[in-house]
């Protein structure tokens, strides 16, 4: 499993370090400034997929958004992989992305500060 997210934002790798101390599976972090052309066509995902959200590869299925962060909680102990399970849940899914948003849209208030999710990256 690969999680991809903004190398430059630091809530994103305040959060993949919460995760990271909390795996018992295998996650591969890249900073979404790292994965190539090629890559993004393997996974079908785009440059602009990627400045959005989070986003998960695991074999074939990429994740996005609220989908991602389940799918990584998936790799987790103790209750994480239950709390990613109900996160995906059908109806429940919709509220957990709404969530994901405002967070996304909110990250440069929160602990960590600078964030380019949600950033136009080519200032258009």
């Known amino acids: 499993m690969i ?12 959060c993949a370090l919460w995760l990271e101390r909390r795996l018992r ?16 066509e393997r996974w ?6 990627l400045a959005e959200a989070v986003c998960v590869v695991d074999g ?19 209750c ?9 849940f059908p109806g429940i899914a919709i509220v957990s992305e709404a969530i ?3 967070v996304a849209r909110n990250r440069h208030r929160l602990p960590g500060a600078t964030c380019g999710i949600g950033q136009n990256p080519a200032g258009e």
């Open 3 to 14: 999680l991809i997210l903004d190398g430059t934002c630091g809530f994103c790798q305040q």
């Open 25 to 40: 599976g295998s996650i591969v972090f890249r900073a979404n400034q790292t994965v190539t052309d090629d890559e993004l």
């Open 44 to 49: 079908s995902l785009t440059r602009h997929n």
């Open 60 to 78: 074939a299925t990429t994740y996005q958004g609220a989908r991602a962060v389940a799918a990584a909680l998936g790799q987790c102990r103790a």
């Open 80 to 88: 994480w992989p239950l709390i990613g399970r109900i996160i995906a």
């Open 100 to 102: 994901y948003r405002v």
